[in-house]
């Protein structure tokens, strides 16, 4: 019971950076690589903001939006232009690169590389169902819940995610409804930090952070996608709890300095036997590359 | 004299890497982040076959080429299965999984090379003997440096030959356009498994002149930030040609000096190096798609 507690929960955390990646990288098609470097920057942003003495969901709520933000400028000032003048998906993904790279050293230059904390308090932990549960697994818990409701039911009701939708679908049919496609880009890409800086928070309160922790956190959330299903955004959601669990069953069997090559083997099973991922299925060659 | 011998050995180092690196950038369109795993096999491979099994300079470098050959079939089965972003991904896979193990192999109760403690973890391989050729010991500095010359312009001449012939303009064709190079009766997938095993041996060859010319190995060879680094170089210097990575590896190797002589603390230098780096990448890709001396435009 204890590793699969302690695997759904990790999972939710994975799920969200997840969800924030696929954001991006279903409607815009941009292997948003700079993710992981605002996913670095949140609970640096967070504690800079602590002495103003404000309380703590406003601070979040600031940083998440600061976060996003600096997404949208990455999207404005980088992918955008790039996108408009026809660019290979690899130019933007060495872009990204680039702007990930920025980040985090920026990052060490002015907050140092040693590893913090965003806790001030010890865990406490609670007895269930014969496992033990921390308060920070706890909190996780909530918010993870909590962010992914908001985003099924946004990504069912809103007209956002509709247009979201659609560009993934089809940019040129939807362009040529009238719709500005650069905006609905942006709100994608503002999306996207936002929810990364939520997930990058609760895990700096849960293990710490430093300034490279982005690229591991968004390796997992981009296997969660591949495992999930790379042409759905509801496909990370459930990649990440699978991914998050078999991380904690090789924790407890076996031990936890194989958690990433047991994840990184359980991609290329993926990428070699199911490319298309748990809920995905499979299409026409024709279909693939249209 | 010392600091120019070192300056020109790193030189060479990093000069090998980028032209292997290129081989899979500029001829086969492949972006890899996972050839820092070549450079660390080659490192290791180097330094445990010359501690554990004695062996002289020539034979430690042909193993540690093989044993990096054999371990890029692990990307060439991506680069068979996977393409564009999803390559990327697959590279920076095996490039995690090869640092966890590096990292992972260690159990102090045993001797470092034993299959128990094959890596040492964290803790590295040291005392890594200084080569010997033909019993000629090259343990002065420019001693090394001439032994180094001599082994990074035969890997330049390899280069030279792969790429010059038909055999490269067969590559350029793959790189193009696939589909019709196997219409015209091109073994593309063959082609594809022996430029990424050549590219891998010759990242082992700089990784073994670093591990004798350093006297030690340890994980940080292998790391992400070091494949994101050669990438870098790549990209910078161009890709597609010969000239590209040499200005690229003069790049590398400029860009720290600079920042020394700026009297820049060490600990902020290499943070600033990597910051020029990634912006550098940006605006390449944005003005310069095809690097400062490349003949392939990323776009």
């Known amino acids: 019971m204890q590793p699969l507690i302690n695997g759904i929960v990790a999972g939710l955390g994975i799920a969200l950076l997840a969800i924030a990646f696929q954001m991006v990288n279903l409607p815009a098609r ?226 936890a300095k194989w958690q990433d090559a047991a994840t990184l083997a359980l991609l290329a099973a993926f990428l070699l036997l199911r490319p298309e991922g748990v809920i995905g299925h499979r299409t026409r060659l024709e279909a693939s590359a249209a | 004299m010392n600091y120019a011998i070192q300056l020109l050995l790193y030189f060479e180092i990093y000069l090998i890497v980028a032209l292997s690196l290129n081989l899979l950038v500029g001829y086969l369109g492949l972006l890899s982040l996972a050839h820092a795993v070549f450079y660390g096999i080659g490192a290791y491979g180097y330094a445990l076959l010359s501690i554990r099994l004695g062996l002289g300079f020539g034979l430690a470098l042909l193993g540690a080429m093989a044993l990096a050959a054999l371990a890029s079939l692990t990307i060439s089965l991506c680069a068979l299965r996977l393409k564009g972003d999803f390559f990327v991904l697959g590279s920076l896979a095996v490039q995690v999984i090869f640092f966890s193990i590096v990292q992972n192999w260690y159990d102090g109760t045993s001797a470092v090379g034993t299959w128990t403690n094959l890596t040492n973890g964290p803790f590295g391989v040291a005392g890594v003997p200084k080569p010997e050729v033909f019993s000629v010991p090259f343990v002065d500095p420019l001693a090394f440096l001439g032994l180094s010359t001599a082994v990074c312009g035969l890997a330049m001449l390899a280069v030279w030959r792969f790429t010059s012939g038909d055999w490269g303009r067969m590559l350029v064709a793959i790189r193009d356009d696939d589909l019709a190079a196997r219409g015209l009766g091109k073994n593309v997938r063959l082609a594809r498994v022996q430029v990424i095993a050549i590219a891998a041996a010759l990242a082992a060859v700089a990784g073994s002149i670093y591990a004798a010319q350093v006297g030690f190995v340890d994980p940080s060879s292998a790391s992400i930030d070091e494949s994101i680094l050669m990438l870098s170089m790549v990209l910078l210097g161009g890709s597609g040609n010969f000239r590209g990575p040499v200005v690229g590896a003069i790049t590398l190797m400029a860009l720290p000096e600079i920042l020394r002589f700026l009297a820049f603390p060490d600990a902020q230098a290499a943070n600033i190096r990597l910051a020029i780096y990634g912006f550098a990448l940006i605006l390449i890709v944005h003005f310069r798609p095809q690097g400062l001396a490349g003949n392939y435009r990323l776009s």
């Open chain 1, 30 to 255: 941009v292997f948003y690589i700079g993710l992981a470097g605002i996913y670095a920057l949140a609970p640096y942003l967070y504690v800079a903001m602590q002495p103003i003495g404000a309380p703590w969901f406003v601070i979040v709520l600031v940083v998440a939006c600061l976060t996003a933000a600096l997404s949208a400028a990455f999207e404005a000032a980088s992918h955008g232009p790039l996108q408009r003048s026809g660019a290979s998906a690899g130019a933007h993904l060495i872009a990204s690169l680039g702007m990930f790279v920025v980040v985090v050293q920026v990052i060490a230059l002015v907050w140092g590389d040693q590893p913090r904390v965003l806790r001030t308090a010890p865990l406490g932990s609670f007895p269930f169902m014969g496992a033990i549960v921390t308060s920070s697994q706890l909190v996780i818990l909530a918010a993870g819940c909590v962010v992914v409701g908001i985003f099924v039911t946004a990504m069912r009701m809103s007209r956002l995610a509709l247009r979201l939708r659609a560009l993934a679908e089809n940019t040129l049919l939807l362009a040529l409804f009238g719709y500005n496609i650069s905006t609905v880009r942006l709100a994608a890409f503002a999306v996207a930090g936002f929810v990364a800086a939520v997930a990058s928070l609760l895990a700096a309160y849960d293990k710490g952070f430093d300034p490279h922790t982005g690229i591991n956190a968004l390796l997992l959330a981009v296997v969660a996608v591949i495992v999930g299903g790379r042409m759905s955004f509801w496909g990370p959601i459930l990649g990440g709890l699978i991914v998050g669990t078999v991380r904690h069953q090789v924790a407890w069997h076996f031990s």
